[in-house]
């Protein structure tokens, strides 16, 4: 940990303090640490550790929800900084977590770092329903479905998504994307979606390239 900001942010979460992780943030942020740094090394490092604690029974859902509203409310001073703000529009992107996920960090993070490259992002939170995916291509007409999911359980929710696509005759209306910790690469071309990336930062380039802008 290289500066004491980082491990406050860092410790706030683990402790689920978000008062802490606000100021640490606002902070770090006046002494000059990138938002980027910020978000790995302070924020991100954080969840992975509280994820591990979960994994050895220390910390139960409670920890891991006040770990993640600490988390949120560092997310929200660091936004302006992450977003780059073009001017013209990137593209139409309509993000969601999957049937019967309620993660929604890491698809907020996507959608806050698309926004920042001037994308027109929908945001449809978290547990979408296949029918709400297809109903937001057929009422908005967005290029790309970016669909994230954090549980193998509900993994298999892309794949239900996507095959609902397919059957609602829309599939060749957009370029689907997918993304969340237990996803690969090779889920994803096995389930048929255009696109995968590992991190938010990613996402960016990927849709990028979906959308050839
Ligand atoms: Co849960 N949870 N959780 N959880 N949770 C995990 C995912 C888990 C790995 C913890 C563990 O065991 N180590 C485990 C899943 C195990 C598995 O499936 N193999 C788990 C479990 C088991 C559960 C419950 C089942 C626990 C229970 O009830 N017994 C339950 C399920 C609830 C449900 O969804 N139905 C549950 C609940 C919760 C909370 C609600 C308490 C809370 C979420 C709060 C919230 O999101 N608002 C929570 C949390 C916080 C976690 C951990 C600790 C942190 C997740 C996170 O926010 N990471 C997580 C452990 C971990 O990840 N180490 C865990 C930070 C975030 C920035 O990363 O979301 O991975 P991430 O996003 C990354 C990339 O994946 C990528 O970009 C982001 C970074 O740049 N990415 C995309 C994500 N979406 C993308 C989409 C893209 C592209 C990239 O394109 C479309």
């Known amino acids: 940990?290289?500066?004491t900001n980082l491990k406050n942010i860092y410790e706030g979460i683990l402790?689920?303090?978000a008062a802490q992780v606000a100021s640490g943030v606002e902070q770090?942020?006046?002494?000059?640490?990138?938002?980027?740094?910020?978000?790995?090394?302070?924020?991100?490092?954080?969840m992975g550790e509280v994820g591990s604690l979960f994994e050895e029974g220390e910390y139960f859902v409670p920890e891991m929800l006040i770990a993640a509203r600490a988390m949120q409310k560092g997310l929200e001073i660091l936004k302006p900084r992450l977003a780059e703000a073009d001017v013209k529009s990137s593209g139409k992107i309509a993000i969601g977590t999957v049937k019967g996920d309620l993660h929604d960090i890491g698809k907020n993070l996507v959608a806050m770092m698309l926004e920042g490259a001037a994308f027109e992002v929908i945001d449809l939170g978290t547990d979408v329903t296949p029918q709400r995916f297809i109903q937001v291509i057929e009422e908005e007409q967005v290029q790309i479905?970016?669909?994230?999911?954090?549980l193998t359980t509900t993994m298999p929710n892309?794949?239900?998504?996507?095959?609902?696509?397919?059957?609602?005759?829309?599939?060749?209306?957009?370029?689907i994307?997918?993304?969340?910790?237990?996803?690969?690469?090779?889920?994803a071309e096995q389930i048929g979606a255009d696109g995968y990336s590992e991190d938010a930062n990613r996402a960016v380039a990927k849709a990028r390239d979906l959308l050839a802008v």
């Open 15 to 17: 402790d689920g303090n």
């Open 145 to 150: 479905i970016a669909m994230s999911a954090l």
């Open 158 to 175: 892309m794949k239900t998504t996507i095959d609902a696509i397919i059957e609602a005759g829309v599939r060749d209306q957009v370029k």
């Open 28 to 46: 770090a942020l006046a002494d000059g640490i990138a938002a980027e740094l910020i978000l790995n090394e302070g924020m991100i490092a954080a």
């Open 1 to 3: 940990m290289i500066n």
């Open 177 to 187: 994307m997918v993304g969340g910790a237990p996803v690969t690469q090779a889920y």
